[in-house]
Every structure is written in structure tokens, then in C-alpha cells.
């Protein structure tokens, strides 16, 4: 009889873990991504209603979920505005990785260790990290391999880096525009081959 109670125990047991790993499938878990991104492009595009000075500075802000001044910012600040926006604060996450892997990150400002004010700001810093933590994508010359919610970088030359997000929205060209500030506060463009691009990926936040 205990046998009989033991074995029908570790069926409901089995049957529970199951059940559990068919709530969590890919199936869920690409429809939450997909979720995701729709409001992380809807919260980008609501970025071009606001006016911001584009200002590099660096400039001492609080941790966790710290900005600048919301009236100026830099390409990267339109990215950290739109993640936080839907619960992703890519200052903690940056944070938290660099604490962890800090030599996996560029050393080019002379850094010794991890700096909460500015190191999310940065745009190399970030391809590390979309690198490490989300979904690289191929570069392409095909527009259609770009899509809604991807994370492009460009060198705008001379090893100057830049960042923006796909929209949902189609140029005239057919392709889909972009979110960024390029030094007149964020706008939707079709730039896209605009310049050489150096990055391309997805994140979906450090789940």
C-alpha cells in the first residue's frame, strides 16, 4: 500500500513539473518577447514627443534607475529611456555584468572598475553587453533582416559609435525607420544603411 501511495505521489509530481514546463515553452516565452518589444518600439516612439539637448557630459546620477536631466541626453539615453519604460533598467543590468565580467568590457576610457554614472551611457559598453546577455543578429545588407525592436549600432566614422532601435513604421524606401539621437534629440529616420553598421541584436531583459 505505501509503495502503491509512493508511486502515485511521483506521478502528480511528474505530472506537475510538466505541466510547469509547458507553461514555461518557447511558444510562451516567444509570445511574451514579441509582447515586449511591441511596447518597448511604442515606448521608443514616444521618445520623438520630446525635446532633448543632446549633451554628452558625464554627469553624477542615482543608481539604480538613474537619468540625466530629462530635457538632455545622448543616442544611448533614448535606449535606457525606452527599456525603462517597460520595467528594464539597463543601468542595474550593465551594472551587475560589469561587477561580474569587467574585463570582457572595453577598457578605452581608462576605467578601473565598474561607474554607475556613465557606464550604460556608452555605446561600446552596451554592444558588449547586448552581446553577452541578448540575441545577436546577423549583419546585413537586406533590410528585411532588420525588424521591429532590434538594436542597431553604427560607426558614424572615425570609430565614432551610434545606437538606435527599429520601429514599426516604413519609410518610403519600404524599409523600417529608426529611433535615435544623433544630436537632435530623438527622431524616427530612415537610416538604417546610413552608415556602417557594427551591431544588430534583440533583449529582452535579464530574465
Known amino acids: 500500500m505505501r509503495i502503491t501511495r509512493n508511486l ?5 509530481i511528474v505530472l506537475f513539473m510538466s505541466a510547469t514546463c509547458l507553461a514555461q515553452s518557447p511558444a510562451a516565452s516567444t509570445e511574451a518577447h514579441q509582447q515586449l518589444l511591441k511596447r518597448l518600439v511604442a515606448a521608443a516612439k514616444e521618445r520623438t514627443l520630446h525635446q532633448v539637448r543632446y549633451v554628452p557630459a558625464y554627469v553624477r546620477i542615482p543608481y539604480p534607475n538613474g537619468d540625466v536631466a530629462s530635457d538632455t541626453g545622448v543616442c544611448t539615453d533614448e535606449i535606457i529611456r525606452a527599456y525603462r519604460a517597460v520595467g528594464i533598467d539597463l543601468q542595474q543590468e550593465v551594472h551587475r555584468d560589469m561587477e561580474q565580467h569587467f574585463l570582457a568590457y572595453p577598457r578605452r576610457w581608462g576605467a578601473i572598475h565598474p561607474d554607475t554614472n556613465i557606464d550604460h551611457r556608452r555605446v561600446p559598453n552596451l554592444m558588449v553587453f547586448f552581446g553577452r546577455k541578448g540575441e545577436a543578429l546577423p549583419i546585413t545588407t537586406h533590410a528585411g533582416d532588420y ?3 532590434d538594436l542597431v549600432t553604427w560607426d558614424l566614422g572615425g570609430g565614432v559609435p551610434h ?3 527599429v520601429i514599426d513604421e516604413r519609410a518610403a524606401s519600404g524599409r523600417f525607420m529608426i529611433v535615435h539621437n544623433i544630436g537632435q534629440g530623438p527622431k524616427q529616420e530612415d537610416v538604417l544603411f ?7 541584436c534583440r533583449y529582452f531583459g535579464d530574465h
Open 8 to 12: 502515485k505521489f511521483a506521478a502528480a
Open 147 to 149: 525588424t521591429t525592436g
Open 163 to 165: 545606437i538606435g532601435i
Open 194 to 200: 546610413s552608415w556602417k553598421i557594427t551591431g544588430h
